[in-house]
């Protein structure tokens, strides 16, 4: 689920959770084409000074930023800019800082719009290789200011290595001097792919991008393509994570691998395949102290276990009959149904008969890892793997993946665990590869991680874990007929609506609430959902004391919400190790005491007592202010009734509160007591 609005830190930091102030920025299309054009224009005046050039830097970058969250209203104006910008670099007067400057606009550009949308629109004719390869072999790596020079450079250069001829055509044109050695096109480019691919600047991600497009040439494989491999090989074998710049080496190694075997021919890769996957065995890149190392690690892993099994969609698969949210809307007001597609036996069986090599079972132990990586990055791009690698497998194997998924939610597990294991079972939900057998399984195992709460000294972890729960009810929604869910639609809608309007975190209660809002979109069985999305949205859950003390009383009153949430904060709130969220719950019970007072009274009152005197400290905190809390709510309750309160609370209850506000007094202890003189004149 996006996360728009960050907490402080983890689940740490105290306090009251400050007020967060949600603007919305829709533009209509790109409105300053005039002042680009402009600015385009004055960079031959403005490069010559300091200060002019530094304001039309930012200028520009101030524009650019703005689309930033809708970078396609750019679309139309790419071409009209590039060209302009190029202009400036062709130019033989333009001096070598403006060639430079034109670089950076270009470079500002393509990071807005996303470089593999607006490297396409490079030039890249016949002509174009070799201008361009000589102006990137005449750049100095180590200098500190043109990156952004050098960086354009190798997307360029990446596109005009897309020609549909054979490179050696190029090399009768490389020098007249029949006296000089010539070195064939091909190796010059292959070179400075290498040279580029170990420096420390963002040049080695555009470097990778290179060796993708141009070692996958039909030409060039023929010919370099195992001599490359085995240079990537060596290079890993010899480089230590241990050193900056043995870490920054492994980084270009890893990333041009992990894109060769993205884009490359499975028929090509294949043999190499074995060779890959046994050197990163014996380099332990899953077990390096760089996170950046460990993802590209499992990127490739993933990208290998593709290369070993044959591209072929899984027929087992679970398919969704619609999953257009207009026709799922139109299908529920006129009450029909469509059915899930499920194929037939005599095709599935014939989709199962092929072998799996046994390098797959290595490749999905160490995704299977990297779900429990410490770091997000890495557990994200193995969960990814996970789904994408199922897909391809029969449905037996499939499914003991799914098992060993599954695992990933005991007890004995980090939160790292969960998260991986909720991540993953959203990609594998999502592709259709979580058959609906697997549900009776599943769901329970979410509905704990969407409360999962684990407290670390002073503060907690578990709300990246509750918020990937959200993810994988999103996910659900999408990929599932609402008959598939029907068995588990009151858990799931009580569970989201809990985590939407209790959750400490801002991020986790969005997100609750975006799942919730996909579910009564796309499923359209949620018990009054309408009603909750129009009072929960995304904006609404933005604030904390309102969710506790406004939002929750209006969804308690529909009665299949109202115990859940009562039970959940007594359970887990009033106990929680932040102040402000026991303050909170205790109020939030107070306000929901009218929607059940029975329930209040002889189920919540007679819990709470023992509490009250436990060895806890903040559960006793919690349990006495919500004793008071209630008490009071049950007392007013009473009083419009003209009833005396004793009447709703039994004699058991009182003696148990009288004796708790007794003892507390004795033993000098828990200055909250005193808050018992608001309902200890009512006995």
Not at 81 to 101: D, F
Not at 178 to 183: D, L, Y
Not at 372 to 381: F, L, P
Not at 656 to 680: E, P, V
């Amino acid at each position: 689920m996006a996360q728009t609005d960050m907490d402080s830190g983890e689940d740490g930091g105290g306090g009251r959770e400050p007020e967060v102030i949600a603007k919305v920025s829709v533009l209509g299309g790109f409105t300053e084409g005039a002042e680009i054009r402009a600015l385009i224009s004055s960079l031959p005046v403005v490069h010559e000074n300091i200060v002019t050039l530094e304001s039309a830097i930012e200028r520009f970058l101030v524009i650019m930023d703005r689309y930033q969250e809708q970078p396609h209203l750019l679309d139309p104006h790419l071409e009209w800019m590039l060209n302009l910008l190029l202009e400036l670099i062709r130019s033989e007067q333009s001096p070598p800082l403006l060639v430079h400057l034109g670089f950076k606009f270009l470079y500002i550009i393509s990071k807005v719009r996303g470089y593999k949308i607006f490297m396409q629109l490079f030039p890249h004719e016949v002509a174009d290789v070799q201008p361009v390869l000589d102006l990137l072999c005449r750049q100095d790596p180590r200098d500190p200011e043109t990156w952004e020079t050098r960086y354009m450079l190798l997307l360029w250069l990446s596109m005009t290595c897309l020609i549909p001829f054979d490179l050696s055509r190029l090399d009768g044109h490389l020098s007249s001097d029949p006296s000089q050695t010539r070195e064939p096109i091909m190796d010059r480019i292959l070179a400075v792919a290498k040279s580029y691919l170990m420096v420390t600047d963002k040049s080695r991600d555009a470097a990778s991008v290179l060796v993708s497009k141009f070692v996958t040439r039909p030409d060039v494989k023929l010919k370099r393509l195992g001599d490359f491999l085995d240079w990537s090989l060596t290079t890993i074998s010899q480089a230590s994570d241990q050193t900056v710049g043995g870490t920054v080496i492994l980084d270009g190694a890893l990333q041009s691998l992990a894109q060769l075997f993205k884009h490359g021919k499975r028929d090509d890769f294949l043999q190499y395949a074995p060779v890959v996957l046994q050197c990163l065995d014996q380099c332990h890149v899953a077990e390096s102290s760089q996170a950046m190392l460990r993802k590209l690690g499992v990127k490739l892993i993933q990208r290998l276990g593709l290369t070993f099994l044959k591209p072929r969609l899984a027929k087992w698969r679970y398919q969704r009959g619609s999953r257009s949210l207009a026709a799922n809307l139109s299908l529920s007001q006129s009450g029909s149904t469509v059915e899930a597609v499920s194929p037939d036996m005599e095709t599935q069986s014939q989709e199962e008969d092929y072998d799996i090599p046994e390098e797959v079972e290595n490749v999905i132990e160490q995704l299977l890892g990297g779900l429990k990586d410490k770091e997000t990055i890495v557990r994200w791009s193995a969960a990814k793997g996970i789904g994408r690698v199922t897909g391809r497998l029969p449905k037996e194997l499939a499914d003991e993946v799914v098992g060993s998924v599954l695992e990933c939610f005991s007890f004995q597990e980090t939160d790292n665990a969960w998260h991986g294991g909720c991540l993953a079972l959203a990609e594998l939900g999502r592709r259709g590869l979580l058959v609906p057998s697997r549900l009776p399984d599943v769901v329970p195992l979410i509905l704990k991680a969407l409360v999962y709460d684990e407290k670390r000294g002073a503060c907690s972890v578990g709300s990246n874990v509750r918020d990937a729960a959200c993810y994988v009810c999103w996910a659900f929604a999408r990929a599932y007929e609402p008959t598939e869910l029907k068995p588990f639609v009151t858990q799931i809608a009580c569970a989201l609506v809990i985590t939407a309007v209790f959750d400490r975190n801002i991020n986790c209660r969005r997100a609750a609430s975006a799942a919730f809002q996909e579910n009564v979109g796309r499923q359209g069985t949620f018990p009054y959902g309408i009603d909750i999305v129009v009072a929960a949205d995304y904006f609404a859950v933005g604030n904390l004391t309102k969710c506790y003390l406004s939002i929750s009383v209006y969804i308690a009153s529909f009665p299949e919400y109202t115990r859940p949430m009562i039970d959940h904060l007594v359970a887990m709130k009033i106990n929680h190790w932040d102040g402000v969220i026991r303050q909170l719950a205790t109020k939030a019970l107070h306000n929901l005491t009218p929607q059940a007072p029975d329930y209040m009274a002889t189920t919540v009152m007679p819990q709470l007592l023992p509490i009250a005197l436990g060895i806890d400290l903040h559960s006793r905190h919690g349990a006495i202010l919500a004793s008071a809390e209630i008490s009071h709510a049950l007392y007013k309750l009473a009083n419009q009734n003209n009833r005396p309160v004793t009447e709703l609370i039994s004699s058991d209850c009182v003696d148990g509160l009288k004796s708790i506000h007794q003892r507390l007094f004795d033993r000098k202890q828990y200055r909250s007591a005193l808050l018992f003189y608001t309902f200890y004149s009512f006995f």
